[in-house]
């Protein structure tokens, strides 16, 4: 069964660009009809916050991402301790005593003489007697992973074929000089023991994957998990996401009006050769192939994913936006203004047009004839239907027409240039209401002399 995982540090709130890697692992589990694994890699006690892990876990459910399974890191020390252990008695993970300037001196040595800054395993020559004097003289030893002399292959599911020469790589550093294992370390350990068949991440991490794959072969007989790496998303011109476009945090476009749904379609096909469409989860999920992701950098366009959520908006339902809409919004108001919506949070205002008040505005003398003949001709009842005949009337006493005679009347009843539709505006604000902003449009643009 195809098994996959998404492991997110709590040391701060979800942004685009790793809701990306948790909606398109999620996306593929659905669709092979396998397993999707929320993992915290919470073993950094110094950055990491309860309200950051209870952010990840609301923020998921937001977006309709639910896992099947769970798993904390802090939790498994143990396990990273044995592993370790029968790491070290095979020689695969060995102690070493440089420190940081140490080794900064050897590198810059290699580089000057044109040779590739990897590390020398002066430590593998080390006698025991040496080890020994130099944890005598305050020294504890961190531990590297001795890396196989051979290349690593594998077909990336996104990048197509990949070879690295593993003796150009440093051993990489497994266990710090405290005694905490490394993301690497212990990635690679519940990968093994949790049964992830295919490990989805971002390009960035290509440079590990030889690494790891000679990491998975040491430590167990199973097979090595499959690699795809999406490339990873620019801004506009082209900088990595990372740097700006990826600090904008769920939690922020939620707070923007940004609809969950507007969100996954818009990163369940950001660098496919699908355009993106406001379809819900379950459409997008049967239509998803790893196969549809481009192996070039995909542009992350802002108005595009306001254009879904408007999209979206416009096709929703009063009960599914009913709790978040101002008290006493009816269905009929809803119907009246979410064509015109960007954001759901566009509503309040339009709310204050048909419920509450509005600033005054100031008119051309030509259109307060209009305004005042509108007041005389105000119908007694308003409904859906009341607005052309009215509109009709009132043309017909000032010769007003087209935009003459619609402007001055949106901007008396409404404040506004444009907006929804007038008819069931007009309904929704009452005769009161209207006749009031009608009354007080034209006493306050009436000029003196």
Same mark, same amino acid.
Do not use: C
């Given at each position: 069964m195809v098994k996959v995982r998404f492991a997110p540090s709590p040391t701060g709130y979800l942004h685009v660009g790793n809701a990306r890697a948790a909606l398109v692992n999620f996306m593929f589990a659905r669709r092979e009809g396998g397993q999707f694994l929320l993992r915290l890699d919470d073993t950094d006690t110094e950055r990491g916050r309860p309200e950051y892990e209870q952010g990840i876990y609301e923020d998921l459910r937001w977006l309709g991402i639910e896992w099947d399974a769970f798993a904390k890191q802090s939790e498994r020390s143990a396990r990273y301790e044995e592993v370790a252990e029968a790491l070290k008695a095979s020689g695969r993970l060995y102690p070493c005593f440089e420190n940081e300037d140490e080794l900064a001196a050897k590198r810059a040595a290699l580089i000057k003489r044109k040779l590739p800054p990897v590390y020398d395993r002066h430590a593998l020559s080390m006698t025991p007697a040496q080890r020994a004097a130099a944890e005598a003289n305050g020294k504890r030893p961190y531990w590297r992973f001795k890396l196989s002399d051979e290349a690593v292959s594998w077909?990336?599911?996104?990048?197509?074929?990949?070879?690295?020469?593993?003796?150009?790589?440093?051993?990489?550093?497994?266990?710090?000089?405290?005694?905490?294992?490394?993301?690497?370390?212990?990635?690679?350990?519940?990968?093994?023991?949790?049964?992830?068949?295919?490990?989805?991440?971002?390009?960035?991490?290509? =440079?590990?994957? !030889? +690494?790891?794959?000679? *990491?998975?072969?040491? /430590? $167990?007989?199973?097979?090595?998990?499959? #690699?795809?790496?999406?490339?990873?998303?620019?801004?506009?011109?082209?900088?990595?996401?990372?740097?700006?476009?990826?600090?904008?945090?769920?939690?922020?476009?939620?707070?923007?009006?940004?609809?969950?749904?507007?969100?996954?379609?818009?990163?369940?096909?950001?660098?496919? =050769?699908?355009? !993106? +469409?406001?379809?819900? *989860?379950?459409?997008? /999920? $049967?239509?998803?192939?790893?196969?549809? #992701?481009?192996?070039?950098?995909?542009?992350?366009?802002?108005?595009?994913?306001?254009?879904?959520?408007?999209?979206?908006?416009?096709?929703?339902?009063?009960?599914?936006?009913?709790e978040r809409l101002p008290e006493g919004a009816g269905p009929e108001f809803w119907e009246a203004i979410k064509g015109n919506l960007d954001l759901l949070r566009e509503a309040r205002r339009w709310w204050a047009v048909v419920a509450g008040e509005i600033v005054t505005p100031e008119l051309p003398d030509e259109a307060v004839a209009v305004i005042a003949k509108a007041a005389e001709t105000l119908p007694d009842e308003l409904n859906a239907a009341t607005w052309k005949a009215w509109t009709a009337a009132i043309a017909a006493a000032t010769g007003a027409k087209g935009k003459a005679l619609y402007q001055p009347l949106r901007l008396a009843l409404t404040g506004e240039e444009h907006g929804p539709e007038m008819a069931p505006l007009l309904a929704l604000m009452g005769r009161e209401r209207a006749a009031r902003r009608l009354g007080a449009c034209v006493a306050a643009n009436v000029r003196p002399g």
């Open positions: 077909n990336d599911l996104v990048l197509g074929a990949r070879n690295i020469k593993l003796p150009t790589v440093s051993d990489p550093v497994l266990i710090r000089a405290d005694g905490s294992p490394l993301y690497t370390f212990t990635s690679v350990v519940d990968d093994s023991d949790m049964g992830i068949t295919h490990i989805i991440r971002g390009e960035d991490h290509v =440079s590990n994957t !030889a +690494v790891q794959i000679d *990491l998975f072969r040491a /430590i $167990a007989r199973k097979p090595v998990p499959r #690699f795809a790496h999406l490339p990873l998303i620019s801004g506009g011109d082209g900088e990595k996401l990372s740097k700006r476009i990826g600090s904008i945090s769920l939690r922020s476009l939620r707070k923007d009006g940004i609809e969950p749904g507007a969100i996954t379609a818009y990163l369940a096909r950001l660098g496919t =050769s699908k355009d !993106a +469409v406001a379809l819900p *989860l379950a459409e997008l /999920i $049967a239509q998803f192939s790893l196969n549809d #992701f481009s192996r070039s950098p995909p542009r992350f366009d802002a108005g595009q994913m306001l254009g879904l959520n408007r999209k979206l908006l416009h096709h929703l339902p009063f009960e599914a936006v009913k």
